[in-house]
């Protein structure tokens, strides 16, 4: 008897396992924090969040860096407590994470300037800034970002070269 292969395609997709939400640092293995950036053009906070893996820190493993890069209206505070969840999860893989708090009310063409920023100072000032910047292997510098801030990643990507991110 043939099976129809719609049928088996669905059937293997729902059967098919799920990868484990959280990373190897877990649920809630990881803290942030505010550190100030300045130089940042898009208004309202020249701060950024930084969050990293505790174990990782206390271990003093060293772990990419990435730049996340919030959605139109979604600075000042609400950079991370907007997308707390996907910091959580993604930082749980084992990934030191920073994002500018700029651009709060509309969207900010330059937006992308601040992510730059927010790399270099971050890479620059390392441990100045904050303990867990000291295990950022600043050789592995990645970015990210949801809507407005998935367009900035596009305009950071033109600078990758000279800014050393790779993906």
């Not at 990934?95 to 920023?117: H, K, L, N």
């Not at 305009?155 to 990758?160: E, I, L, N, P, T």
Request: with cysteine; hydrophobic share 40%.
């Amino acid at each position: 008897m043939m099976m129809n292969p719609i049928l088996l395609f669905l059937i293997s997709a729902v059967s098919s396992s799920q990868p484990p939400e959280y990373g190897p640092y877990g649920k809630g293995g990881c803290a942030h924090t505010t550190v100030h950036i300045g130089g940042l053009v898009s208004g309202w906070s020249e701060d950024a969040i930084v969050m990293w893996p505790k174990k990782a820190l206390e271990d003093n493993t060293k772990l990419p860096f990435l730049a996340f890069a919030h959605g139109m209206t979604a600075g000042g505070f609400e950079a991370y407590t907007g997308y707390e969840k996907l910091w959580d999860v993604v930082c749980s893989y084992g990934y030191i994470i920073a994002g500018p708090m700029s651009c709060r009310e509309f969207y900010c063409q330059r937006f992308y300037q601040d992510v730059i920023t927010t790399i270099q100072t971050c890479k620059s000032k390392g441990k100045e800034l904050t303990p867990a910047l000291g295990i950022a292997d600043f050789d592995k510098i990645g970015v990210y970002g949801h809507s407005m801030g998935g367009a900035a990643t596009v305009d950071v990507s033109r600078f990758a070269t000279a800014n050393d991110i790779i993906a």
